[in-house]
């Protein structure tokens, strides 16, 4: 049974934490000019190109900038590039903004747009971004500031994928020094996550692995000037203890704050809640590599006895919606005639029984060290417990948990992903096309000719409305394949300050932080 706590308990609790905080530092409140943000867990690298993990996009995207960007309706704003446009069916041109310098000095311009896009796309380097430009044949500089994307294929959604953190732009001089390293023998990423330089209105300061990021204002940013200093990403792993520091003010921002939290920080005095919904997906993922998860009347059973109201409900506090399959209706490509499979732990019985395992079976489920995760593992292993399958937890370390996932070592696992560019592409291609086996995002393993010609389809079509159609076909594939169990659609809790102003956060997962202050 998942676990829950009274308000009154979790106030005694988090009260104790602040009294012994409070006795061991005597913490009189923040630093106006410093932002200190709270969260769950590290980066996991400062190279934008070499990592998908959020916690390391939200310092990334700070430091690094892409040629878009997207707004809170995921329209398409200008970034570093000022215009853009299809000259042709396989071709895009980029006009790019002139007298914007790196945290280095050194200067922004359509051959360093091309460095970046190659590095990405190099094979030495393997770069898990490389899904977001796989299509690009070639990047060719037209002058000092205009770039055309050359495709294997129409692909609308370029821009789009130009906006995703993924590729920020880094420093020629960086990537030069990085492939320095690598013929020296060390890993790609190596100089830069030392040395992540950008454009962005915040410069990397230090990484302390395991402790804290910190970042300071770019006081030579091409555009308005953030309006704090500094901004540090401190890692506070346990729940209460961030609350807690919320509330002394050693926290300014604070997430995720768990839904079974929501009340105890509404009603503490001085700080709230902000809530915002996303472009997120939280599933339960089966290995397809291994038995019996190599059967899809078992991935349908176990998908069966999941009752997803029960987690929103118990779990989540309400701060939910149920998904059908992998994208909800802000993702472009959504069809609202695709029908999820219905909670029946009788017929889920009864397909257990025609795969062969009238008895259930035994298996394993992962999560990483995160309480709602965690809370979901428990309620996950009772409901299946209901139809005969023993389910063992493990818990593992943020780390730890991508590598072995990545590397199909895993039965059942509990992940999410972020369509972040708002278009199924991103969304599909990612998670369920062969092409992206493993750490790129296809962390189930299944392998379905007929999907992959679907989604390849889809992202070459130009036309809307056939894009759509697409979709809803490989949408229904998805549900009926059941690789993984759809469960919720999340809506972020951020924990705030009353004195920040200005902070929001994108349905994609990052932090807006350029425009935050700190009104003491």
Known sequence: MFKSKTLKAALLSVSMVIALSACASEPEGGDAT?????????????????????PSSNVQTNIFETLLSQTEDMELEPLLATEWEATADDVWEFKLREGVTFHDGSEFNAEVVKANIDRILDEDVASPRALLYNMVEEVVVVDDYTVEFHTEYPFAPLPSHLA?????????????????????????????????????????????????????????????????????????????????????GEAHIIFPVNPSDKALVENTEGVDVY??????????????????????????????????????????????????????EQVFGFSDEVESLPYDPERAQELLAEAGYEDGFETTLWTNDNREREDIAEL??????????????????????????????????????????????????????????????????IENEELDKLLDQAREERDEATR???????????????PMIYLYHQTYLVGVRDEVKGFWKHPNGLYQIQDVAIEN
Do not use: C
């Open 275 to 328: 809530e915002a919904e996303s472009l997120s997906l939280s599933y339960v993922g089966f290995n397809l590599q291994k038995e019996p998860f190599d059967d899809p009347l078992v991935r349908q059973a176990l998908s069966m006895a999941i009752n997803k109201e029960d987690i929103i409900t118990g779990v989540l506090e309400g701060t939910g919606t149920p998904a059908v399959g992998p994208i909800g």
């Open 468 to 482: 759509e159609a697409l979709y809803k076909e490989a949408m229904e594939i998805v549900v009926d394949e059941s």
């Open 34 to 54: 410093n932002l200190v943000i709270g969260t769950l867990s590290d980066a996991e690298a400062m190279d934008p190109h070499n990592s998908t993990d959020l």
């Open 380 to 445: 996950v292993q009772s409901q299946l417990a209901v139809i005969g399958v023993d389910v063992k937890i493990e818990v593992l370390e943020w780390g730890a948990y991508l590598e072995n996932t990545a590397e199909g070592k895993h039965d059942m696992f509990i992940l999410g992903w972020v369509t972040a560019t708002g278009d199924a592409d991103y969304g599909m291609h990612a998670l369920f096309h062969t092409d992206h086996l493993g750490e790129a995002g296809n962390r189930t393993f």
């Open 164 to 248: 995703h953190n993924g590729g920020g732009m880094i420093s020629l001089e960086a990537i030069e020094a990085d492939y320095a390293a690598m013929e020296d023998g060390e890993q790609p990423g190596s100089y830069i996550n030392e040395n992540p330089i950008g454009t962005g209105f915040f410069k990397f300061e230090e990484w302390q692995t395991g402790n804290r990021v910190e970042l300071v204002r770019n006081d030579d940013y091409w555009g308005e000037l953030a309006k704090v200093e500094s901004v540090t990403f401190k890692v506070v792993p346990e729940d209460l203890t961030r609350i807690a520091e919320l509330e002394t």
